[in-house]
């Protein structure tokens, strides 16, 4: 089993900046692609920004494209969200989650952290 917890989350006002941390601990070497998704009250999840195994590869929602950078260092099991630029429609709970190698959904999630972002 893959564990992952995020943290970083909290309460911003628009235009500023927070980094989104989510650390993975077990069965790590099973794990391939890592994402982050968001959910806002009353809307469906949505997938925020994707990274490959070696990091070469990363993928982004056009609404953060600009703003958001996903990244990971992978000797420290973690992958990042820096979010600059925040809007208060950025406002949601933001999750993790892991792919299993060969896999093509994600497979591990973690707990999620909540990102207000005040006007």
């Known amino acids: 089993q893959v564990q992952l917890v995020e943290s970083g989350g909290g309460l911003v006002q628009a235009g500023g900046s927070l980094r989104l941390s989510c650390a993975a601990s077990g069965r790590t070497s099973d794990t391939s692609a890592m994402g982050w998704f968001r959910q806002a009250p009353g809307k469906e999840r949505e997938v925020v920004a994707v990274?490959?195994?070696?990091?070469?590869?990363?993928a982004y929602t056009s609404s953060v494209k600009g703003r958001f950078t996903i990244s990971r260092d992978n000797a420290k099991n973690t992958v990042y969200l820096q979010m600059n630029s925040l809007k208060p429609e950025d406002t949601a709970v933001y999750t993790c989650?892991?792919?299993?190698?060969?896999?093509?959904?994600?497979?591990?999630w973690g707990q999620g952290t909540q990102v207000t972002v005040s006007s």
């Open positions: 990274i490959t195994l070696s990091g070469g590869s990363t």
């Open positions: 989650a892991a792919q299993r190698i060969g896999g093509l959904k994600y497979d591990y």
